[in-house]
Structures are given as C-alpha cells and as structure tokens.
C-alpha cells in the first residue's frame, strides 16, 4: 500500500517537473506541494532543523501510511525528551501552561514551530542564550506583573547589568531568565524547590558567582540563612532582584554611595534589631562618627560598611577571623590609613554614648561631654543674664549715641589682626558646622556631593592654617614689640575687675551706687580676651589631630582621637555662641554703642567714655565700658 502511494506522489511530482524526493519524502510530497490541501511544512525549513535527519514518522507515530488514521496518536516530545517533559509537568510554570497548552505545543510556545526547531547553539533558535529574554516576553508582556508584582519583568531586566550585557552583546554569557529561574524545572520563587527560593538564591547565582559564592558561605549572613532565618540576607537582598546594577553605577544597591542605606534596612529596623538582640542602630551611630559625617557630606572616599565589615565575608567582631577582630583592625585600617598602629583597639568605631558606661574611656568620654554641656550652659546663661542687666538698665536711662574719633583705641596692627580674626573665624565656624550637618541647607547651598565636599575641606584647612598664622604671629606680637608687651600687660587680669564686675551688678540689679570707672580694658574685654587664647589653644591642638589623621592614627588610641574630636566639636560650640551673645552685643547691640562700635575700623572710641568720673551726673547713666 505503502509503496503504491509513494510511486503516485512521485509520479505527480516528476509530471509537474520537481525532483524525485528521497526516502521518507514520500510525506513532504504531500505537505511540500502548494497544489495539495495537506498542510504545509516546506522542505527548505525542515532542513534546517535539529530533527531534519528524523523521519516524520518519529514525531507523527501511526501517520507513516496513507490516508492517514484520524486516530492515531498526536505528536509527543516526551520519547526522546523524557526528563525535560517530566521536568516540565512538574514544574509550577509547565501546570499553569498546561492548562492551554498540551503537549508539543508546550513545548513550541518556547523552542518555536515543531519543524523548524534550530539548536539551542543556532543564534536563530528563540531558546539561544541570548534570544531567552525577548522569548519570555513574548508571553509576559501579555499579563499585568506590573499590578502583581510592581515591575514589568523584561523592562527591568533591560537595565540591569545582565541584562544591558545581553541585549547590547557585551557579554554572551551574562544571566538570562532561565539562569536564574530555571527552564523546564521552573517554579514559583515561593516553591523551596525553585532555584529564585530565598534560600537557594546563594547556590544560583554561585553558579556564575563562584568566588563571592565562596566568601559569601563563611559569612555570618549564610550562617544564619542556612539556619532557615528569613530575615538573613542573600545576594539579592543587597544586590537586588530585576533592578540589579554594576557596584561602580551610582544607581546599585552596592554603590559605595548607597551602601549605607541598603545595610540599614536590616541593621537600622527596629524589630530585627529586637528580633535578633543586634546592636542598637550601627547606621545611626556610623552617620555620628567622623567616617559617617564625611560620608553623608558626599565624601565618598571615606569609610563605609563595606570598607570595614566587608561585603561576602561578613563576620562578627568577636569571630578572630572577622575584619573588624581587635587583633585585625590595623590591617583593616590600614587599607586606607597606611601608617596605621596599634592602638586602634582602644576605642569604639560605632560611638555612642549612652547611659551606662563600660569601660573607664567611655566614662570619660561621658565626663567631658557632660563638662561641656554644663559649661555651655551655665557660661552662656551668665552671659544671657549679665547683658540682660545692662540692657535693661541703660534703656531706663537711654543710650549715648556719641562717636567723635578722638583717642585711639586699636593700632592699625590690631585692627588687621582683628580683620583677619574675623574671617578666620567665620569660615572655620561656616565650614566646621557644614561638615557636621551635611544635610543642612546652610550646607547644601554652597557644598554638594564629592566636589562640595573636597571645596569645604579644602576651605576649612585654609581657615584653620590662616588661624593659625595669626595666633603664631600675635604671640610673637605680645612678646617681642613694646606695643605688645604694652597690650598684653593692659589685658592682664587684676584685683579691681572683680570688685568692678560686683558694682557693675550692684548697680544694675540692686540700682544701688553707680556704675565703675573702668580702665583701658574693662573684664569684660578681659574675659573675653582670655577666653579666645585658651580656646584658641583648644580648637588647633584638637583639629591638628583630625588634620593629620595619619600621623595621629600611628601613636594615639582611637578612644583618644574620638575624644579630641569631641572636644573640638563642642569647644567650637561654646565659642560661636559666646561671639552671638557676647562680644555682638558690647559691640553692636549695646546701647551705647548702637548700631555699632566703630573701633574695628577707625581705631577710636568717643572720648566721653573715657573721661566719665565717678561722682558726677553721669554716673547715673549706663556704665561706662569700652567696647572694642
């Protein structure tokens, strides 16, 4: 029967001038011919397919005579492909499919038409590696993950670092779908047997990974994952999952800019950190630290999580092979500071301060904060209190509005000491407190990211070397020249500034006697004078050891450059808000000098403060005091 059909066909095929087709052909002289209403499958694409040296029959079981038996069975991959198909029918992506989808025509949706399959190794196959995204979209880009999922798979996938590597063929072998979803065994993330399972992510992505895979598996992270913890991450708990970018894109989780911020969604959250007995917000106290204020200011350089703690391998501190081990932290610190020494142990990288101290460092750096909080206070509430008094007093009696440049008060050489005082001080004020509130927007209006940041460090040292100069030049001033020695020794405190701050106070509190005849120089000037040279002494000793840091970090404890650097942040505090309520108003706010004393820039005072003797009409008036 066979044999009577295929000589038929072959004899219409020679009548119509084709070639006489080989063995096996005996079908395609059927489903090649466009004059046949059999369906069609041309000859030229099934040579070219993976099956082309099968015989139909190997596919189209009991369809090997004709006419064909309506009955027989319909085509199966499942004979040769027996583990993919097994694979698939239990994979939650093949149910879902199956369901619309039996059979070959499972397997067609993905690997393309039956008789035009190419290899997975042909770039026209839709199953090559690099034709597997756009494959996948065929059928995602019909439901809606956007609403389900928040993300349109292909459309994320497009910007990632795999995903840009495929599609602009930087890199053939980056991770497709299929990488780390699986293929025939696909199952749902939620399904433990899906290689996307939480737990199982470590071992997919290992499998391009293997060295992170491999520093990743003695971390404290996989330790407790392997324990079944949840909340332990995995590589795409850092890394993300369809929005994965390269660690140098300043979009990625692993940015050195954002690494601060994808750390503390564990180690900032409140109930993991109730949860697993963690310490109280590393993140928060990292952002206080010297590296942490840096940071935020957009000095990306400075030290991170990573820097320290490492990325893969993260081990606790008391572990000896950990990073952050007592006994490792020179080398750690090392990476960045070279000359690095030895007493780094000694101290706290995350500081706190909290109520119960642990050691005797801690304690002292508990006292002195405290000190310093209280000095704050109680000098510029004195302060607050005192120039209240002698406001209240003068506005009874009415300020003195006079100003005639009669005696000299202040040398052209003190007046450019004072100038340069002046904007000394002011930048080291702007700039010190733009460096601790980098968020603030006195900050953001001048200095932004890495340049804002290296323009107001730069600024800063500027500042501090000119503040400097002057105080090396004014000690030599007061030492070695007469109208210095002559100043300094006018500035001295005496006997008669107490008895002349009691009358002051007698008078204005109690409105009892007059005000003092003050000399040259009142206590006033003088305290504020003195004030400045020990300040002065405070603020450079401590800010040379965060200026170089390097020779500092070789021959002092880190629990010592904390503490200087405590010192130096509330020192400053003190400073600027004694320049606000001090000297502004003996030399601005002051009735009788309003709306300004003049002596910065013309060197002279009204003579009528000068003259004013005890005893007459005016000593019933404000008290009479220089301002300088």
Not at 446 to 454: D, E, N, S
Not at 571 to 595: G, K, M, N, Q, R
């Amino acid at each position: 029967m066979k044999g009577k059909y295929f000589l038929a066909a072959a004899a219409l095929l020679a009548w119509a001038g084709a070639p006489v087709l080989a063995a096996d052909d005996s079908c395609l002289a059927c489903h090649a011919n466009k004059a046949m209403t059999a369906p069609q499958m041309p000859a030229v694409r099934f040579q070219k397919s993976v099956h082309k040296d099968l015989g139909c029959a190997a596919c189209h079981a009991g369809k090997d005579d004709y006419p064909h038996d309506p009955k027989a069975p319909k085509v199966s991959c499942d004979a040769c492909h027996q583990k993919s198909a097994d694979a698939i029918r239990a994979s939650d992506h093949g149910k879902l499919l199956l369901k619309t989808k039996p059979g070959a025509a499972l397997c067609a949706t993905c690997h393309g038409p039956a008789h035009e399959l190419r290899p997975v190794q042909n770039p026209a196959s839709p199953v090559h590696h690099a034709n597997i995204p756009a494959t996948c979209n065929r059928c995602h880009q019909k439901l809606d993950f956007q609403a389900k999922f928040g993300l349109e798979p292909f459309a994320t996938y497009s910007r990632t670092v795999h995903g840009r590597a495929i599609l602009e063929r930087k890199d053939s072998k980056a991770a497709v779908c299929t990488d780390c979803h699986g293929a025939h065994d696909l199952d749902f993330s939620r399904n433990s047997l899906s290689q996307a399972y939480k737990f199982n992510i470590p071992k997919t992505c290992g499998r391009c990974h293997a060295e992170a895979l491999a520093a990743y598996s003695r971390s404290i992270h996989a330790l407790k994952a392997r324990a079944g913890i949840r909340e332990a991450p995995v590589c795409t708990d850092c890394h993300g999952e369809h929005n994965i970018t390269a660690h140098q894109e300043a979009g990625s989780m692993v940015y050195t800019g954002s690494i601060v911020k994808t750390c503390s969604a564990c180690h900032g959250s409140e109930r993991l950190i109730a949860k697993f007995g963690m310490p109280l917000d590393p993140s928060r106290t990292y952002l206080d630290s010297y590296h942490g204020v840096a940071f935020v200011a957009g000095n990306l350089a400075s030290a991170n999580c990573a820097s320290c703690h490492r990325y893969h391998d993260v081990l606790p501190s008391s572990d000896p092979a950990s990073s952050v081990n007592p006994a490792s932290l020179k080398k750690t610190c090392g990476a960045c500071h070279r000359r690095a020494g030895e007493l780094l142990h000694l101290g706290k990288v995350h500081m706190t301060f909290s109520t119960t101290a642990h050691d005797i460092r801690e304690t002292v750096r508990q006292l002195v904060r405290r000190f310093y909080l209280l000095i704050i206070v109680l000098t510029i509430g004195g302060m607050l209190l005192h120039n209240f008094l002698d406001y209240k007093r003068k506005l009874v009696y009415g300020p003195n509005h006079l100003h005639n440049p009669h005696e000299l008060r202040l040398s052209r050489n003190e007046r450019i000491q004072h100038l340069v005082l002046l904007a000394s001080f002011m930048g080291l004020g702007y700039t010190g407190f733009c460096h601790t509130y980098p968020e603030a927007m006195w900050t953001r209006a001048l200095f932004q990211g890495a340049a804002g940041a290296a323009w107001r460090a730069f600024l800063h040292r500027f500042f501090a070397l000119t503040f400097i100069c002057l105080a090396a030049y004014h000690f030599y001033w007061v030492a070695a020249t007469t109208e210095g020695r002559r100043e300094i020794k006018s500035m001295s405190p005496r006997w008669r500034d107490l008895l002349d701050f009691l009358q002051l106070q007698r008078y204005n509190l109690l409105h009892r006697g007059g005000p003092p005849r003050f000399d040259r120089f009142n206590y006033i000037e003088k305290a504020e004078y003195w004030a400045l040279i020990w300040g002065s002494g405070v603020m450079v000793g401590t800010g040379c050891v965060a200026w170089f840091r390097e020779l500092s970090l070789r021959f002092l404890s880190k629990w010592f450059i904390d503490l200087c650097l405590l010192i130096h942040y509330m020192e400053a505090v003190l400073a600027c808000l004694a320049i606000l309520i001090w000297h502004l108003y003996w030399t601005i706010f002051d009735p009788e000098v309003y709306p300004m004393s003049w002596a910065w820039i013309t060197g002279r005072i009204s003579a009528r403060h000068q003259q004013r003797k005890p005893g007459t009409q005016e000593q019933d008036g404000p008290p009479h005091h220089d301002p300088v």
